[in-house]
């Protein structure tokens, strides 16, 4: 069963988003730095997603490319600031073209096999975490979670 995802606002340039998954954090955190589980879970339902560099490690680069179903591709990328298995991971994020990068920290938290995920976005600017906000991060979050707790639920 689906649970909410909350977003709340932290400071001018900074807001979490904050979900719980039946799963324990070892997966959750797997999902985010496994290639093959991620393209199961990131791009929109009926859409696709292509891992086209992967380096997990401080220092390393990621690039991802996502179709949707109107065949509309959004390429995103950034570098490993902080790689600890199973309850952190910070890195920067920022979609092609639109520049505004994030600083993005997944802090994971596990009690009896369930993981509370924190989601803490810190943008350059209060205008840049506004139009996020704006944008839909929070439902666009909760679409992805959504599908990475079935996923998940399936055992990847």
Same mark, same amino acid.
């Given at each position: 069963m689906s649970q909410p995802t909350t977003a709340k606002v932290l400071s001018d340039r900074e807001f979490v988003l904050e979900h719980h998954f039946h799963a324990p954090a070892a997966k959750v955190f797997a999902a985010y730095t496994d290639p093959k589980t991620l393209m199961q879970w990131w791009a929109p339902k009926g859409g696709s997603m292509t891992v086209e560099a992967m380096d997990l490690r401080p220092g390393g680069a990621y690039r991802f490319a996502q179709t949707d179903v109107k065949g509309q591709k959004s390429v995103f990328f950034g570098k490993y600031? +902080? !790689?600890?298995? !199973? &309850?952190?991971? !910070? *890195? &920067?994020?920022?979609v092609e073209?639109?520049?505004?990068?994030i600083r993005a920290t997944i802090d994971l938290k596990e009690s009896n096999g369930e993981t509370h995920m924190a989601l803490t976005n810190l943008c350059v600017s209060k205008e840049a975490r +506004?139009?996020?906000?704006? *944008?839909?991060a929070a439902a666009g979050a909760k679409a992805a979670w959504t599908r990475l707790e079935e996923v998940l639920a399936h055992g990847h």
């Open positions: 600031l +902080e !790689v600890k298995p !199973v &309850t952190r991971l !910070v *890195y &920067t994020f920022e073209g639109m520049g505004n990068e +506004e139009a996020m906000l704006q *944008y839909g």
